[in-house]
């Protein structure tokens, strides 16, 4: 009995060995399609994710719980409990603090079949994402002082829009997603290439913002008009 428990162990610590191997050694694309098979399928919360994830980056985790947004989603609850915890970890970031997430929006529960399926389909975009930039130009846009300084509070901006009730809009959480994921893509690889994309990526999304607002004003004055006559 005692030879069986101690062979269980062993079991045990080569496979903790060989997960923290699959986190430290594999690409980026490679760590998101292991964190992916790891969710079960019945129910999972953002406490779960964490867990799964374990202690790799912040940046990483933003670009994990970005995914979903990159493909139309109609999972209940992803939106309000991923965003606020990308804005937190934005927040966390600036101020260099652990990573501090409330009860009832780690806890909350997702279905994690349907959030399985929509991270596979957008694991596919984001490995195209990948390719886009791969270099290091730009270095000091990714490591300069003052500008990371810029770099953060344009991060927490991404999660402030992707926060912005327009979700039924077509593209109004892609492009704040595409902004998250790059600029911490360009933090991970130190590739100032990647950060300017994310910013631009964010200056996209409030001029989309803004013209959907000037549409949305635009029409209801048609309708003030048409019904007054």
Known sequence: MANNKIGYSMRNIDLINYQQKDLTNESLGEK????????????????????????????FLTIFLSLVFLVP?????????????????????????????????????????????????????????????????????????????LNKLSFILAALLLMVPFGFIPFSNTLPAIALIFLSLGAIQKDGSKVLIGHLANLATIIYFLALIAGGGVTLQEIWRYLSG
């Open 32 to 59: 998101l399609e292991l964190v992916i098979r790891k969710i079960p399928a019945a129910e999972v919360t953002l406490s779960d994710i964490l867990e799964i994830i374990g202690d790799d980056s912040l940046m």
């Open 73 to 149: 989603v109609s999972i209940p609850g992803v939106s309000t409990v991923f965003g606020t915890a990308i804005l937190l970890i934005g927040i966390s970031r600036l101020f260099s603090r652990k990573l501090w997430l409330p009860k009832r929006i780690a806890d909350r529960k997702i279905a994690g079949e349907n959030l399985t399926v929509v991270l596979n389909r957008a694991l596919i975009w984001f490995r195209r994402l990948e390719k886009i930039g791969h270099s290091r130009r730009f270095y000091w846009l990714a490591t300069n002082g003052n500008i990371n300084l």
